[in-house]
């Protein structure tokens, strides 16, 4: 019945439209499509076994077709999702649904502006609220309700919002309403100073059926660690940003009132005797980010800091991992993109973290840039979870070629962000050459080489997790329209986490992949054969561990 | 000042002085009065009772049913002995009312090099992929029941207490009267199922799983502190005597009527009889699922 009421609604604007254009502006119709589609090969030695689609669906897809309408002074929304035994939901299950994801109806009036339906949205960096999706990870947390905002003038508005938390094609049933208020000051155009403050309030609700589930918990505890609960938690921030001439300071502090919280690594006394971890704890948290970059011709610097104290906000207590998330605090290490440089992530933790980030890029010639990242993040144990040092070297000799080299020196503590205890910090270095070279009418080879050098254990005398990896790739593309590439990563030296065989060996393994790409104006497929290893995928600061794939994956993005 | 007002959008009047100060004035007044009301708000809320229990046990009512908790776990799941203490916790606070089982499935249950007990068995797998996996262990079905306002029957382990205490407090549907007899010489073991509806049963089908359980078996298990290699492996499902998703009661169940099933079974010589128990129920197993009666009884008394 729902999706026929959307569905209504979105047929009603377009018949009002197509009535009203006669004498008001031309209607707009846009949209995109993405879908992919994955065939599993079971292959039990690398881990991709023993999930419904290795075992006997092999087959799994997900697809998002979404369209935009405007007329009249409306906008109109809606997307339509279908998972088909799909494993993004969960790595491990099946998951099947198909129905509206999306929906919104918006209108301007005067000075106000008015969205009701699926509301994606931020309050400053998101540190207190941001609605987003990120499909890899499929988290799609939308606020379903209503959204004002009211311009005062072009420069001073106020958006207030309530709902509750998309969860597929349903909701949470906490609700989360907020206000926030966003300036931009110029006091004096020829200094070149600007002002952007702002400040928002968010409110979560919890609803009866999670109070009562974590009352019946907190039952169970002694009275030393019960508490009682809270049903609404605020949070609060403030947030500028600073412009002057080459300098941009971003400031933005918040703060939460006292929310019931999951804390995996807080002492539990069971029975008087038995002591284990995770359970609930009463705090509230607080988030200090701060970052200043400068840029002028051929230097850009941007340092940032961030100390993070209980400040896990979810729609409800008892939803885990990337679920539920009501904010998104902002990563502090590099986003890397080479395969091995990515290998490690340090997904960000919510309930303690201090962090430093520098990231320098500097171009003495046109043909020269050096890039430079440092990152370091502990807990507020002041223990190290994860340091990197990243350089690069870009250089383009010729118009024909450009080279990028550099080298990547990690540590990361997998105990913390894998929960594998006794392992040590991981180290590794990371050395990486990238050449790309045209070879004739748009035409290309790219050439890709890295080599993961990491650190020994010291106990069992073997490398640590799967040990040292060496990647290769060659990329061919025909502009504008294909791309092949071929690649192979190996476990050159398997380490302790590496798969043992039948014999008792462990087993270096090869991952390779087969790359095809057309593109052909706004329309784009891939087709590949993938063997990936199981690893930590993060898209910001979030992550989740991903059991290994191996198969072909087909994906059609298009839009109009 | 008066660049600032261009800026804003204002000409440089004093009426539209006035009228850029007051509306700055109330945002600044209305974030306070937010601000106040947001925390005056929270402290006069009216707070949930806490009643903190510890181990207080709970007191049994006898014709309320008996609740079923199916605990997956594996041996390379770091987080799977707190699971399995919050279980223990649960049966003795409930007295004997709650009937645990331990399931190794997925990717946390294969067993290390060192591990001597490979826990996992095809109706553990089956169960899994019967049940659906969870995103996180540990994870417990508790009378395969899919609660108000969850969207799986695997729920994390903050779950358990609320789900366990609501189910426990339902009236019985289903009396099951559970006899097993077992013959050390020969290692035989006769199980005899009673099933009496005490309600009228129309959801089908109905079905009846029978479960062999072995506790206290200690091998290697991955623990917070490390491979531990003499962890204690508690109430392990070893064989079903039934189908994974069990056996059909052609006919289901007649108010007031007993019907009897039996099931004949030669205990493994590597299973400690003294150790083993037999777990038999009563369910749906259609799109619901839910466990309608359950009872153990062990090999040995």
């Known amino acids: 019945m729902y999706p026929r009421i959307v569905l209504l609604i979105f047929l009603g604007g377009l018949s009002l439209s197509a009535k009203s254009q006669q004498w008001e ?46 007329n009249w002074g409306f906008d109109f929304g809606l997307r339509l999702d279908v998972f088909n035994n799909s494993n993004l939901l969960n790595p491990t299950d099946s998951y099947s649904g198909e129905g509206i994801g ?44 209503f959204k004002l905002k009211y311009f005062f003038n072009d420069n001073l508005s106020v958006k207030a919002f309530t709902g509750r938390q998309k969860q597929l094609f349903d909701t949470y049933d906490s609700v989360i309403k907020g206000i926030n208020f966003e300036a931009f000051l110029e006091p004096d155009p020829r200094s070149g ?115 993070t104290e209980n400040f896990t906000f979810r729609t409800r207590p008892q939803v885990q991992l990337n679920r539920g998330l009501v904010n998104f605090l902002p990563p502090m290490a590099r986003v890397n993109t080479y395969r091995l440089l990515a290998r490690y992530n340090a997904a960000t933790q919510e309930l303690g973290e201090m962090a430093l980030q520098a990231d320098m890029s500097y171009a003495p010639k046109r043909n020269l840039r050096f890039n430079l990242n440092i990152s370091n993040i502990w807990n507020l144990e002041n223990e190290l979870l994860y340091r990197e040092l990243f350089t690069e070297a870009s250089f383009k000799p010729n118009k024909t070629t450009s080279v990028k080299a550099g080298v990547q020196f990690q540590q990361y503590n997998q105990r913390i962000y894998e929960f594998k205890p006794g392992a040590d910090l991981l180290e590794g270095w990371t050395p990486y050459l990238d050449v790309l070279m045209e070879i004739g009418n748009r035409r290309a080879l790219r050439l890709e080489a890295q080599y993961k050098i990491v650190g020994e254990n010291e106990a069992n005398g073997l490398k640590q997790d799967y040990g040292d990896w060496a990647f290769v790739l060659a990329e061919y593309s025909v502009a504008p329209d294909w791309t092949f590439s071929i690649s192979d990563m190996y476990n050159l030296t398997p380490g302790e986490n590496s798969p043992i065989d039948a014999s008792g060996r462990r087993r270096g393994l090869h991952y390779p992949r087969l790359d095809v790409s057309y593109t052909r104006g706004t329309n784009r497929f891939d087709l590949s054969y993938v063997k990936q290893v199981e690893g930590v995928v993060c898209t910001g600061g979030i992550c989740r561990l991903e059991p290994a794939f191996s198969g072909f994956r087909f994906t059609v993005n298009s839009s109009f | ?73 594996g041996v390379r799941c770091v987080n799977c002995p707190a699971g399995t203490a919050e279980v223990l916790r649960l049966q003795d606070q409930y007295q004997g009312q709650v009937i645990a089982v331990a399931l190794h499935a997925g990717s946390f249950a294969q067993p290390y090099p060192d591990s001597e007990v490979d826990f996992r068995i095809p109706e ?32 994390s382990k903050s779950l358990w207490p609320v789900f366990v205490e609501e189910e426990a407090s339902r009236p019985a549907e289903v009396q099951l009267e559970l006899v097993v007899q077992y013959n050390d010489t020969d290692r035989e073991l006769l199980v005899d199922v009673a099933m009496t509806a005490l309600q009228e049963i129309t959801a089908e089908p109905l079905k009846l799983s ?31 005597l039934t189908a994974f998703n069990g056996n059909g009661i052609n006919g289901g169940l007649p108010l007031a009527e007993t019907i009897n099933r039996n099931y004949f079974y030669t205990l493994p010589p590597e299973w400690r009889a003294e150790a083993c128990a037999i777990i038999a129920f009563v369910h749906l197993d259609g799109e619901v699922k839910d466990v309608l009666q359950v009872e153990k009884r062990k090999l040995i008394e």
């Open chain 2, 124 to 155: 553990t797998a089956s169960l899994l992929t019967y049940l659906k996996s969870p995103l996180g262990y540990p994870s417990a079905v508790v009378n395969r029941r899919l609660f108000e306002g969850e969207r799986d029957l695997q729920l």
């Open chain 1, 25 to 70: 502006n031309t209607p707009q119709i846009s949209g995109n499509f993405q879908a992919n589609a994955n065939f599993f090969i079971r292959d039990s030695l690398i881990g991709a076994a023993n999930t419904p689609q290795y075992d006997r669906q092999l087959y799994g897809a997900e697809g998002w077709l979404n369209l935009n309408y405007s």
């Open chain 2, 1 to 73: 000042m008066q660049a600032l007002l261009k800026n804003w959008g204002y000409k440089d009047r004093r009426k539209d002085k006035a009228c850029l100060v007051s509306t700055v004035w109330a945002c600044l007044v209305s974030v306070q009065v937010l601000a106040l009301v947001c925390l005056a708000s929270g402290c006069s809320e009216i707070p949930p009772v806490i009643n903190p229990v510890g181990q207080t046990e709970m007191p049994v009512d006898s014709t309320a049913r008996k609740v079923l908790i199916e605990e997956f776990t």
């Open chain 1, 193 to 307: 100073l600007t002002l952007a403050p702002g400040l928002g309030i968010v409110n979560r609700t919890l609803d009866d059926g999670s109070m009562n589930a974590l009352v019946a918990s907190i039952n169970t505890y002694t009275p030393e660690q019960a508490f009682v609960p809270n049903y609404n938690t605020y949070a609060f921030t403030f947030y500028n940003t600073l412009t002057t001439g080459g300098f941009t300071w971003y400031l933005e502090t918040a703060f939460k009132t006292e929310d019931a919280i999951n804390d995996p690594f807080a002492e539990l006394i069971i029975g008087g005797d038995t002591t284990t971890t995770d359970r609930f704890i009463n705090q509230p948290g607080s988030v200090l980010y701060t970052s200043l970059a400068y840029a002028s011709r051929g230097l850009g610097i941007t340092l940032e800091a961030k100390r």
């Open chain 1, 102 to 145: 999306n929906w919104f109806v918006r209108k301007r009036i005067g000075d106000l502006e008015l969205a009701g339906g699926y509301i994606y949205d931020q309050i400053g960096s998101g540190i207190i609220f941001r609605a987003f999706e990120e499909r890899p990870l499929l988290i799609d947390n939308a606020l379903r309700g």
């Open chain 2, 210 to 240: 029978v479960m062999l359980v072995e506790d206290r078996v200690s091998d290697v298990q991955l623990t917070p502190g490390g491979k531990q290699s003499d962890y204690v492996h508690r109430h392990n499902l070893r064989d079903m």
